[in-house]
Nanobody, 112 residues
Framework: QVQLVESGGGLVQPGGSLRLSCTAS????????TAWYRQAPGKQRELVAE???????YYVGSVKGRFTISRDVTKNAMYLQMDSLKFEDTGVYYC??????WGQGTQVTVSS
């Protein structure tokens, strides 16, 4: 049974950084489509960043230049490095694999 376990969320001040992790079991991330979504309070879940099976990355405009998606083959994990965080980055962040499997979500709160 595929499991995605997320960690790394928390409370951070504007301008700060966080690194989200998503560790996978029973599915190999190498060569898989992987993505990070977020859901802000009162809003629909939205795509933040994705990495194609071949390793090409895409970012939504609001996070481009601040967030970095990556994968670690040896750990079978994916990451979202978030820098220069803004208030509007607040939300629950979810990892996604193959557009089928979801992590449990991790809360990111940007507040002063």
């Amino acid at each position: 049974q595929v499991q995605l376990v997320e960690s790394g969320g928390g409370l951070v001040q504007p301008g700060g950084s966080l690194r989200l992790s998503c560790t996978a079991s029973d599915i190999v991330l190498m060569g898989s489509y992987t993505a990070w979504y977020r859901q802000a309070p009162g809003k629909q879940r939205e795509l933040v960043a994705e990495m194609s099976r071949g390793g090409d990355s895409y970012y939504v405009g609001s996070v481009k230049g601040r967030f970095t998606i990556s994968r670690d083959v040896t750990k079978n994990a994916m990451y979202l490095q978030m820098d220069s965080l803004k208030f509007e980055d607040t939300g629950v962040y979810y990892c996604n694999v193959q557009q089928m499997y979801w992590g449990q979500g991790t809360q990111v709160t940007v507040s002063s």
